[in-house]
């Protein structure tokens, strides 16, 4: 098979994010968002930040893969894009799988790059912040994929923004209690590899189900 | 391409079944009948982008595809559209020269979201000179074209089918060409 379909469909995905507004400004909008107004709504005792701010963070970093994958499909759909990659040879499965990876390394990964910075605003120690590194990037990956399916199962359906956290926030669960505990105890801990482990599922099982999604959502 | 015994259901109404197509070298077939008879349907199990609901569809190549969505991202100017295709299709054609038959040399690197109608709809019609190939399945392609637009494409369409190329196109009386054989849904 050849490799262009599928670079071609990662620059598109990219340049298509860049240009929707779902680019840098989203998910550090999220994150600062979320990093200023906590310490104002909870007081700024260094106790108290450093238990919840990690949690705080995830709840940015899934609510911001929501929001940018709410019209991934749905505008390849309306546009007619979908109906002429659905021709491709190269198989719909992986150009979902490149669509969905181009938005997290446009919207996840700069989250992932930021974590030294809000983990200090947070009173995060020191040496958790290459384990909260690994974990958000390993994490936010897993959101996106799901948080794929689901938009390409929503993808003809109006407004579908609820349908999709409807859809892909129970799939985020175990993804989140894991990646929660690697931030705590880091690598040694079990809990990283099933973060891991949730990653690498989501990795085999979610292409084909976006792929059979957007199929059904272009006939 | 051959279809045999196709049929499409829309809801509780049986659009059409027991439909045979054939479509052979050099044939320019058009598709005709009233608004929601089924010509769409027919192109898109045509295309394999709807699955019949009965018979199947025998393809003997590739084709390409103009629907009345053009396919065109919003943020895609006319150049990065068909340099996109020509890319992911290996395809050689020189974006330049085709622009310049499109007469899209203008807005050439306008988003698409700004283009006029027509403007958008040559830009789709471009990715038919990228690359070579037997069959093109168009539907209502002289929509929005302005008339030195559509007496281009009848050429484009008519040379297509000189060279043995085979055509399948919903199309309304009014376009200016000439189908070999009319197919009434």
């Known amino acids: 098979m050849r490799a262009a379909p599928i670079r071609r469909s990662f620059v598109q995905a990219v340049m298509e994010a860049w240009s929707g507004g779902a680019g840098l400004l989203l998910p550090v909008g999220f994150f600062s968002g979320t990093a200023m107004l906590v310490p104002f709504a909870l007081g700024s005792a260094p106790d108290v930040l450093s238990d919840i701010g990690p949690g705080m963070l995830w709840l940015a970093l899934a609510l911001a893969s929501l929001v940018t994958l709410e019209r991934v499909f749905q505008a390849d759909l309306h546009d007619g894009a979908l109906d002429l990659w659905v021709q491709e040879p190269a198989a719909i499965s992986l150009?979902?799988?490149?669509?969905?990876l181009a938005h997290w390394s446009v919207s996840g990964l700069p989250l992932v790059l930021l974590t030294p910075l809000y983990g200090l605003m947070f009173q995060v120690p020191p040496e958790t912040t290459l384990p909260?590194?690994?974990?958000?990037?390993?994490?936010?990956?897993?959101?996106?994929?799901?948080?794929?399916?689901?938009a390409a199962l929503s993808a003809s359906v109006a407004r579908g923004g609820l349908l999709i956290a409807l859809l892909?926030?129970?799939?985020?669960?175990?993804?989140?209690?894991?990646?929660?505990?690697?931030?705590?105890?880091?690598?040694?801990?079990s809990a990283f590899l099933f973060l891991l482990a949730s990653t690498l599922f989501a990795l085999g099982v979610a292409p084909p189900a976006m792929g059979a999604a957007l199929r059904l959502a272009a006939d | 391409m051959q279809g045999h015994g196709l049929g499409a259901v829309r809801g509780e109404r049986i659009l059409f079944s027991g439909l045979n197509f054939t479509l052979g070298a050099g044939e320019l077939v058009a598709l005709r009948g009233v608004n929601g008879a089924g010509k769409t349907t027919l192109l898109r199990q045509l295309?394999?982008?709807?699955?019949?609901?009965?018979?199947?569809?025998?393809?003997?190549?590739?084709?390409?595809?103009?629907?009345h969505n053009n396919g065109l991202k919003a943020h895609e100017t006319p150049r990065r559209h068909l340099m996109h295709w020509a890319r992911v299709w290996g395809s050689s054609a020189g974006i330049d020269e085709v622009l310049t038959m499109l007469r899209l040399k203008r807005p050439a690197d306008v988003p698409c979201s700004l283009l006029s109608a027509?403007?958008?709809?040559?830009?789709?019609?471009?990715?038919?000179l990228l690359e070579v190939r037997p069959v093109w399945l168009l539907d209502e392609p002289f929509n929005a074209l302005d008339a030195e637009g559509q007496a281009w494409l009848g050429t484009l369409m008519t040379d297509h089918c000189a060279r043995g190329g085979a055509i399948v196109a919903a199309l309304h009386a009014a376009a200016p060409i000439t189908p070999v054989r009319e197919f009434t849904l």
Do not use: C, N
């Open chain 2, 118 to 128: 027509g403007q958008k709809r040559r830009t789709a019609l471009g990715r038919l």
């Open chain 1, 95 to 100: 150009v979902a799988l490149t669509k969905t």
């Open chain 1, 132 to 150: 909260a590194m690994a974990a958000f990037g390993l994490g936010g990956l897993t959101f996106f994929l799901w948080g794929g399916v689901a």
């Open chain 1, 168 to 189: 892909a926030l129970p799939l985020y669960l175990p993804t989140l209690i894991f990646g929660g505990l690697t931030v705590k105890t880091g690598f040694e801990d």
């Open chain 2, 47 to 67: 295309a394999g982008l709807s699955q019949p609901q009965a018979g199947r569809v025998d393809r003997a190549g590739r084709h390409h595809w103009i629907s």
